[in-house]
């Protein structure tokens, strides 16, 4: 049996667009209903008991799709970020922001930031919303904080590396979700996900809800983690 509620819950929220269309609505109608799922997931994951959740809001790809779908998505995140964090902050919930901030339109940094700043003293669950985020992308700022700082080569180390991804602190997730069918990690996490337990779901991010999330913790409390080891090496450890 694994440990039964992860610590590190992340998530690819995927199929607002197709829920929309297959309701003759437009796309963005979908990125509405999925904020909704947004609000219920954290709550629940929250009330789990989950130390870190961190939500796909917006990929470093994604800046490539029609510029009024992107405009309509930072709005989106500004105005929820705004109207949220006050209630985030009275629930113990602290926000981060991971991902290339310069690329971000200033009035959603200013909202993202500002909500950092009303929820830095909160130390419960942290909410982590990684906008315009690519996995390779920080994995090269690694590499480039590397030779910025001179590191010799016998020096280098994952522990070094990770000072200089965009939130060195964060654990890796214990569970990665993805939802809307789709069996990929779309450049998420690339070098926390080593070790993670992968969940996929057909839902629609917008139908993702509250019971779909305890379901998914369910199938992680009822999968081993065997870090590379075996399963007697697993029980003997436990035993101790
Ligand atoms: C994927 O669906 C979803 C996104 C690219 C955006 C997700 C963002 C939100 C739910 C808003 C988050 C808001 C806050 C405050 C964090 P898709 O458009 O790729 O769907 P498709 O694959 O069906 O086209």
Do not use: C
């Not at 199929?15 to 947004?38: D, P, T």
């Not at 799709?65 to 949220?84: D, G």
């Amino acid at each position: 049996m694994g440990e039964s509620v992860p610590r590190h819950v992340a998530i690819i929220m995927d199929g607002n667009g197709r829920w929309a269309e297959n309701k003759l609505l437009g796309r963005i109608r979908g990125h509405v209903a999925g904020v909704s799922a947004v609000r219920k997931i954290v709550r629940r994951a929250n009330d789990r008991g989950v130390r870190y959740l961190t939500l796909f809001a917006f990929s470093s790809e994604n800046w490539n799709r029609p510029r009024t779908e992107v405009a309509a998505l930072m709005q989106l995140m500004k105005f929820n970020l705004r109207r949220e964090a006050k209630e985030l902050a009275e629930n113990n919930v602290r926000v981060r922001l991971l991902g290339d901030r310069s690329m971000l339109p200033e009035p959603a940094l200013k909202a993202a930031e500002e909500a950092e700043e009303i929820t830095k003293s909160s130390t419960g669950m942290e909410l982590v919303l990684a906008i315009s985020y690519g996995g390779r992308d920080e994995i090269l700022e690694g590499v480039k904080g590397l030779i910025r700082e001179g590191v010799k080569e016998e020096e280098v180390t994952e522990k070094r590396l990770r000072e200089h991804f965009y939130l060195p602190d964060l654990p890796d997730p214990d569970l990665v979700i993805r939802t809307s069918g789709e069996y990929r990690i779309s450049n998420f996490l690339l070098w926390q996900i080593a070790y993670s337990e992968l969940y996929f779901t057909d839902l629609y991010w917008p139908d993702f809800d509250e019971k779909e999330f305890d379901r998914a913790l369910e199938v992680f409390a009822s999968r081993e983690r065997r870090f590379g080891k075996t399963s007697a090496q697993v029980e003997r450890e436990k035993s101790v």
